[in-house]
């Protein structure tokens, strides 16, 4: 079947950022994204500077692409109808509620987008799981398909993204691997060659795997829970290294170095964060639970827990290393963002130290290069409203946090400096111009491990593992 038409349901980091490299590089194909945020929608269409998401490189890409055959819009019922592929993008949180609270993916969303899908199709449509998904899933989005009553055949893939944000458009031009999970009937396989010839305009077809439907959403989880262990694995011997004398940087090294075991994703951090890897881990256990393999869930519920752990020491080493008292103290966070290099800030680890820090009576500044002042007061708010805090006490508390448009008035008179994310421009700041603005002795913590070590240092650097 040549596809001419697709649609994406969810314009987010992950629905705009690949669609608009699937119109770069299929120009004959028609994408039109649609979400029911109109403000979201309005800002894909707006301008190149200030599109809803920070990606280096995806306005380039979508200059190019948008008007001629990449579309933003929030006629979701039209662009369904038209397409004969359609993605599902949209967010599958953390449940919050009922059954598997705090472990099980909300698949609201998913079920929703399903079944405006079966109500909006008068032709045959292919229908993508992108949003990372309980194994299994694509049984029940067949399900409520099926309610279609117009005679449509619906073939449900999964085609799971392992693009990394900051690097986003990097990672979808030269993709590792691209996974196709479908079923193995003459239609099945029919779905699996349309998506597969698509990705074949840039992927190399050695690139491209096939397999079931359950291989690949399960292979989505699995991979995120082994990148989020590695980070655990090292972040538990940082702990490790405090205390002996070692240092994590050289330990990473000298075992990142062992080719059978690699170098990536051995960074000492203050703790991972982002949309995907609590919450896949999550749903992991959960499913786990599911089947009643408790030492399975477990294990990989391990991973989170030294996540937690790793956020909660960092954040307890600043407050001894200002004497144990930081009431009505200063105390500056550079970087609020999950990582380097863009704007989101899912589950970042500042959200979770700077909490730490208000609770024992700071007063917290913030400077992040992307990330805007009402991001960082949400994120902060979302946290004390699940721990049921009150309109008024959040309130209060945020009074006491103070987001910054420039570095130096949020590190002048500060008692302490914490770098939470790696953006560059920290690496390059004259730290000892900085230090002589901060309260005296000035303490620096580097949650990121980006500060060289050095003896002509007027202040005093902690790092991570060291
Ligand atoms: C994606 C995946 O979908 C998620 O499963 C994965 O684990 C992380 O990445 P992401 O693109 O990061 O999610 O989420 P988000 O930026 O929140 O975008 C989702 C979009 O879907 C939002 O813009 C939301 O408005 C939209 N949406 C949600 C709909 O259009 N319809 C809905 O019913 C629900
Ligand atoms: C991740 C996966 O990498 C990607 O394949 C999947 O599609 C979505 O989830 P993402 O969450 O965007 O991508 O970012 P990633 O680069 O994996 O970083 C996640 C977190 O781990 C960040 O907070 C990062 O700072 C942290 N990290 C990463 C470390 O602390 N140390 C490392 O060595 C690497």
Redesign the pocket.
């Known amino acids: 079947m040549k596809i001419n038409n697709i649609c994406c349901i969810g314009a987010g980091y992950v629905g705009g950022p690949t669609m608009a490299v699937i119109a770069l590089k299929c120009p004959d194909i028609k994408v039109t994204v649609v979400d029911l945020n109109a403000d979201r929608i309005a800002a894909w269409n707006g301008p190149l500077d200030d599109l809803p998401i920070y990606e280096p490189g995806l306005a380039e890409v979508v200059q190019e692409a948008r008007g001629k055959n990449l579309f933003f819009s929030t006629d979701i019922d039209k662009a369904i109808d038209e397409a004969q592929m359609i993605f599902m993008a949209v967010n599958t949180p953390t449940k919050t509620y009922g059954e598997g609270k705090g472990f099980a993916a909300d698949l609201t969303f998913v079920e929703k987008c399903a079944r405006q899908i079966a109500e909006a199709s008068t032709t045959d449509k292919i229908v993508i799981e992108k949003s990372t998904l309980p194994v299994r899933t694509a049984e029940k989005i067949k399900e409520v398909l099926s309610s279609n009553t117009k005679g449509v055949n619906f073939e449900v893939l999964s085609n799971p ?5 900051g690097t986003a458009i990097q990672d979808l031009f030269k993709s590792d691997r691209v996974l196709v999970g479908g079923d193995d009937t003459e239609s099945g396989k029919a779905a699996v060659a349309a998506l597969v010839s698509i990705y074949s305009n840039w992927i190399p077809k050695e690139k491209i795997l096939t397999t079931n439907v359950w291989s690949s959403e399960l292979s989505k989880l699995a ?2 829970a082994m ?1 989020a262990q590695r ?1 655990s694995s090292i972040n538990s011997l940082s702990a490790l290294c405090e205390k002996t004398g070692a240092d994590i940087e050289e330990v990473s090294q000298a075992i990142g170095m062992d080719s059978r075991i690699g170098s990536k ?3 000492s ?1 203050v703790g ?6 609590q919450k896949d881990i999550l749903n992991l256990v959960y499913l786990c639970r599911h089947y009643s393999l408790d030492e399975v869930a477990e294990y990989w519920h391990q991973v989170v827990k030294i996540n937690n752990y790793q956020k909660n020491r960092f954040t307890k080493r600043i407050i001894s290393g200002l004497n144990g008292t930081i009431n009505q103290k200063k105390i500056t966070l550079l970087g609020w963002a ?2 380097k290099d863009t704007n989101d800030t899912r589950e970042s680890a500042a959200i979770y130290v700077a909490d730490i820090l208000l609770e024992e009576g700071a007063e917290v500044h913030i400077f992040d290069p992307m990330v805007k002042e009402n991001r960082i007061r949400q994120d902060l708010t979302t946290l004390c409203e699940a721990r049921n805090e009150s309109k008024h006490e959040i309130s209060v508390k945020l009074k006491r946090c103070i987001v910054h448009q420039e570095n130096i008035g949020a590190l002048e008179n500060s008692f302490a400096a914490a770098i939470l994310t790696e953006w560059d421009e920290f690496k390059f700041y004259d730290w000892n111009a900085i230090a002589e603005k901060m309260v005296q002795p000035a303490k620096v913590f580097d949650g990121r491990n980006i500060i060289e070590n050095s003896l002509d240092y007027n202040f005093n650097l902690t790092k991570i593992g060291s």
């Open positions: 993204e392992f693009l990394a944000e991979s995120n990148l980070i994703f051995l960074k951090s991972f964060g982002g949309s995907c890897f999950f990582k």
